[in-house]
Nanobody
């Protein structure tokens, strides 16, 4: 199983970016998908998660500005980021809890990260 994140880049404060993350490989079912971020010298923090049914959860710092969504048919999770602030700059990682087969346990897989830079 691989997760491939994309969509990062350089944006001015107040701007928008949309991140995408596609899961591929031997996948029976994807449960929760999410986005985390890690700024230099800091720990990796939760940004947002979404369940198969579409229930979402957000970090307080991004509520009202970021929207997580997913396309279950495409095994893809998105993060629409609006009104970006310099403090949003970080490497953004996607993850997913995945059953590889009907008989296996669910494991968590991580993407490689995509860099978001926000200029003030």
């Amino acid at each position: 199983v691989q997760l491939q994140a994309s969509g990062g880049g350089l944006v001015q404060a107040g701007g928008s970016l949309r991140l995408s993350c596609v899961a591929s490989g031997s996948i029976f079912r994807i449960i929760t998908m999410g986005w985390y971020r890690q700024a230099p010298g800091k720990q990796r923090d939760l940004v947002a998660t979404i369940t198969t049914g579409g229930s979402t959860d957000y970090a307080d710092s991004v509520k009202g500005r970021f929207t997580i969504s997913r396309d279950n048919a495409k095994n893809t999770v998105y993060l629409q980021m609006n009104s970006l602030k310099p403090e949003d700059a970080a490497v953004y990682f996607c993850n997913a809890r995945i059953y590889r087969t009907i008989a296996s346990a669910a494991n968590v897989y991580w993407g490689q990260g995509t860099l978001v830079t926000v200029s003030s």
